[in-house]
Nanobody
Framework: QVQLVESGGDSVQTGGSLRLSCLATGNLIESYSLGWFRQAPGKEREGVAVVDADGNDDYADSAKGRFSVSRDNTKNSLYLNMTNLKPEDTGEYFC?????????????????WGQGTQVTVSS
């Protein structure tokens, strides 16, 4: 069983930056893809960025050039560095663990989820 706990969400102004962290507990974390997904009010959850167990990263078009995902298997942690934040980045951000290989479109393949951390970007 994998448990995930996110942190780092906050309220920022447009153009600001945030770093989200996710601590994973359980066995063989290094064999999972880890990813960030977000859900805005009234919208479906969507993939933002994923790094698979081989270390390959993948981003939604909306995140490319602004967000950077990384994982540290020695700390069982996943990070998301977000820069140049926009109001449309507002939402609940979830950390999730999925199969060895996955990308940001593989939401349905991610079986383990954290409780989320709120990011609010004001104009």
């Amino acid at each position: 069983q994998v448990q995930l706990v996110e942190s780092g969400g906050d309220s920022v102004q447009t153009g600001g930056s945030l770093r989200l962290s996710c601590l994973a507990t359980g066995n063989l974390i290094e064999s999972y893809s880890l990813g960030w997904f977000r859900q805005a009010p009234g919208k479906e959850r969507e993939g933002v960025a994923v790094v698979d167990a081989d270390g390959n990263d993948d981003y939604a078009d909306s995140a490319k050039g602004r967000f950077s995902v990384s994982r540290d298997n020695t700390k069982n942690s996943l990070y998301l560095n977000m820069t140049n934040l926009k109001p449309e980045d507002t939402g609940e951000y979830f950390c999730a663990a999925g199969p060895f290989y996955a990308d940001h479109t593989s939401l349905k393949d991610f079986r383990h989820w954290g409780q989320g951390t709120q990011v609010t970007v004001s104009s």
